[in-house]
């Protein structure tokens, strides 16, 4: 638990967004946080005191003329106790007052009152965020050496696609993290390569060949590599997911841009090939769409991709001391993997099942096999991605502690 005994006031804003503070209470609870909440009343109109309380485990405070309240603990108390303050969603109206330095409700008086770091997370409609009021006051927070996260480009709720968008929630915590433990990046100073997604192979400019892959898995490695202070670069093929923070990201669509993108990226201490790479692609990619005429199909030739795995292992000065692959299979699949190992010159393989009754393409839960050089299997129990990714940085981190 990266954050254990450290203490957060969260202060919930209204705003649609407000719902990903519930998840944000619980992700920060995992890393051993204490999370205590100021639920604005916009915020109530989002999310409710109780479910608030359920999560946190703690009082709700929102009313600063509350006798309890003040008696319990004092607006003065609860913004200093903390070791961090976050404002989350941070709405247009909060953000305005706080850079006004107005006290009129529970919320801002903390805010005002406190002598401790603050951590804003803008969310609101994009002609809201690029306002020239809203830029201004965000400019004198930052001035004052506020912390932002976000906003992020993206879909918002009344319909519009823009920045505005909050940000994900583990990107959030990951920005709590970095800055409540600088020391604990047990990665720091390392370079890591990660690659995400699918490969698409075109057959002509409308159509290609792919395997199926969300990105998801990837994507949550990158971001725990980043997490633990890893210099990471994430070639991600098409995905529909967000930059992860904290990476530097690269967009590819074949998989022999993936490899020159991967070659560009070396040397590395790390790299973990995750991306679900065509093995094939067509010999002789057609320039214009390819139209049916009533008669048979024109049959395709292939030809096959190169081996990104495989190249990076390869034996030479820019291997990078730990290459990690992949294998999706659908049957015999802790066999195939050692073999996958052996063949490649991988250091370990981590190997799941993708038959269409697991749910993994496209799902949040994975279950992991880790083979390496010997015969020893590491079986993980079915968790969620990201605790695979999280896991799997842990076994990182352990074996770079035991080289010299």
């Not at 006031?9 to 992700?27: C, M, Q, T, V």
């Not at 204490?34 to 405070?61: D, H, N």
């Not at 003329?65 to 200093?80: C, P």
């Not at 496209?362 to 083979?371: K, Q, Y």
Request: proline fraction near 5%; charged fraction near 20%; aromatic fraction near 4%.
């Amino acid at each position: 638990m990266i954050m254990q005994g450290k203490r957060i006031l969260l202060i919930i804003s209204g705003g649609i967004a407000a719902f990903k503070s519930l998840d944000l209470i619980r992700r920060l609870r995992e890393q051993g946080a204490s999370v205590r909440c100021v639920l604005t009343k916009g915020g109530a109109q989002f999310v409710t005191p109780l479910s608030v309380s359920a999560l946190s485990e703690e009082k709700v405070y929102h009313d600063i003329f509350s006798l309890t309240d003040e008696a319990e603990m004092g607006h003065i108390n609860l913004s200093r106790e903390a070791d961090l303050v976050v404002v989350a969603p941070a709405s247009a109206d909060i953000l305005a007052r706080m850079a006004g330095g107005l006290a009129s409700d529970l919320a801002t008086t903390a805010l005002l009152a406190t002598d401790k770091p603050v951590m804003v997370v803008p969310a609101m409609n994009m002609r809201m965020w690029e306002h020239e009021a809203t830029q201004a006051n965000m400019e004198t927070l930052r001035a004052r050496g506020l912390l932002c996260v976000g906003p992020v480009e993206g879909n918002m709720a009344c319909g519009e696609y823009g920045f505005g968008r909050m940000s994900e929630v583990e990107d959030i915590v990951a920005a709590i993290s970095a800055h409540l433990t600088p020391n604990a990046r047990p990665l720091a100073a390392r370079r890591a390569i990660v690659t995400s997604g699918p490969t698409h192979e075109a057959i002509d400019p409308v159509r290609y060949i792919a395997n199926r892959s969300s990105g998801k898995q990837g994507h949550a490695i990158a971001a725990a590599l980043a997490r633990s202070g890893a210099n990471t670069v994430l070639i991600s093929g098409p995905t529909a997911l967000p930059d992860p923070a904290g990476v530097t990201m690269v967009k590819v669509e074949s998989a022999r841009d993936m490899l020159a993108a991967c070659e560009k990226a070396l040397p590395a201490e790390i790299a973990i090939c995750v991306a679900a790479v065509a093995d094939w692609r067509v010999a002789d990619e057609a320039t214009q769409k390819l139209k049916k005429n009533g008669s048979a199909p024109k049959l395709l030739e292939l030809a096959e991709n190169p081996d990104i795995l495989r190249t990076l292992a390869k034996v030479g000065n820019k291997r990078p001391s730990l290459v990690i692959g992949f294998a999706a299979e659908t049957e015999n699949v802790i066999a195939n993997a050692q073999a996958k190992c052996k063949n490649k010159n991988t250091d370990w393989i981590l190997a799941n099942d993708v038959s269409p009754n697991t749910g993994t393409f496209g799902g949040n839960a994975n279950t992991i096999h880790l083979v390496g050089h010997t015969d020893a299997v590491e079986s993980w129990p079915t968790m969620t991605k990201d605790q695979v990714a999280e896991r799997l940085v842990s076994r990182i981190s352990d074996h770079f502690g035991d080289c010299p």
